[in-house]
């Protein structure tokens, strides 16, 4: 039965905590109206329903629904904002829980979301890694990962600052299943450097971290043929539970002020990859990796004017040239289209909108170094059980890339 039900039919309930994972839900869920063509109230605007996956239908209405996410905080500042704005009704009153703790009632609501569900498939998880709220992610992972739901997949969208939680770090990267680091200082100077932004503020950083979301649940939204599902996620990039730790990297990055160019073109599917091949920054964490070696590789393309050969052989051999891929894990390089032509903000939108948009899915052990670093050089930290998982994680990753480097005799 399982293999008659489409991919974007089973769903995913989104979990969205602290004020920085709810900020960046609110922001991709704005996107994700405008890809689905609902008002902000959550009318559809055509014939065409939303996808399952992510959305439900308010009192078994066939024209009005909603996300299926909850907002979850420790206060309600950044909860207010989210209901005083223009989506206000796009959302429903339960969907927003204020608590320290994992309480009953925000049990509760999760089990409620469940209920409703035919095929669920499990959660996302937006949150900081930083801030009050990063113990009530911890224990909400613990008891995601502990009772009923210990099967189902959790994928993250982790926001890195300038400072973290040791102890939540080494919570997240034992019971997350797949993690995506979003570091705000990275993100930031792309929005400087790529989008010509002088000084960017958290809006615009969580603009550039929808838009990244936007194509990466594209295929869990639209059917396609890559990351159907989020078990996909990790037979696609997770070669050991480990190596969870994926980076993004999203092309074009054009700045808004070309779009009103009466000579602007959209690049072509090899143009637009040219970063991936040359040495410019296109990651939304910082990128250590000189040898540009990698265990896994996952390139999704969307847009109505992708023509499959365009994506051939000249542009894989090139990118297999620049990169390397381990030959001790079995997933390697992948490639996905869809069909859906990428969207923009309706308001003040920090980007060039083009026909076509390409992100990279990439497992490296460098990044998850890097990470496990962040984590261990903070100094506040004095939680020695944390530290320590954190410090055995490090050098699992360090031996493990020293081994592969080995392989290919880099120093």
Not at 280 to 294: M, R
Request: proline share 4%; hydrophobic share 35%.
């Amino acid at each position: 039965m399982s293999g008659e039900i489409e991919n974007n039919e089973r769903e995913i309930l989104h979990l969205h905590v602290g004020s920085g994972g709810m900020e960046v839900g609110h922001s991709s869920w704005q996107l994700y109206s405008i890809e689905h063509h609902l008002d902000n109230d959550g009318y559809v605007l055509n014939e065409e329903k939303p996808p399952k996956s992510f959305f439900s239908s308010v009192n078994n209405e066939r024209t009005k629904f909603r996300p299926r996410a909850l907002f979850i905080d420790t206060d309600c500042s950044t909860i207010d904002q989210i209901r005083t704005s223009d989506l206000k009704n796009f959302y429903a009153d339960h969907q927003f829980c204020v608590t320290s703790d994992c309480s009953e009632m925000l049990m509760n609501n999760i089990r409620k979301e469940i209920e409703i569900c035919d095929y669920f498939q499990g959660f996302i998880l937006s949150h900081s890694t930083f801030g009050k709220s990063s113990n009530l992610t911890s224990e909400l992972l613990n008891y995601l990962k502990n009772e009923e739901y210990s099967k189902m997949t959790i994928l993250t969208n982790s926001l890195i600052g300038s400072s973290i939680n040791t102890s939540h770090m080494s919570n997240l990267l034992e019971t997350a299943d797949i993690v995506i680091p979003m570091e705000n200082k990275t993100i930031s100077d792309l929005c400087k450097y790529r989008l010509d932004i002088s000084t960017p503020a958290y809006s615009n950083i969580n603009q550039l971290i929808s838009y990244c979301w936007s194509n990466l649940t594209c295929e869990l939204r639209f059917e396609g043929c890559a990351l159907g599902t989020l078990n996909e996620f990790s037979k696609v990039l997770v070669p050991h539970p480990p190596l969870k730790i994926i980076s993004a990297h999203l092309l074009p990055l054009i700045p808004r002020r070309f779009q009103d160019d009466i000579d602007f073109k959209s690049p072509s599917v090899y143009d637009m990859c040219l970063p991936f091949i040359s040495a410019a920054n296109t990651c939304f964490i910082h990128d250590n990796n000189p040898y540009k070696l990698v265990l896994s590789l996952c390139l999704l393309f969307r847009g109505e004017k992708i023509v499959p050969k365009e994506i051939g052989q000249k542009l894989i051999c090139d990118m297999k040239k620049s990169i390397r891929f381990s030959e001790r894990v079995p997933t390697g390089f992948r490639c996905g289209i869809n069909y859906h032509s990428p969207v923009q903000f309706r308001h003040q939108p920090d980007m060039t909108l083009t026909d076509k948009q390409v992100l990279m899915l990439t497992n490296q052990t460098t990044t998850s170094i890097y990470l496990c670093d962040l984590a261990l050089n903070q100094t506040e930290s004095k939680i020695d059980e944390a530290r320590n998982s954190i410090q055995d994680l490090k050098e699992f990753y360090a031996e493990y890339d020293k081994e592969i480097r080995q392989d290919y005799q880099i120093l």
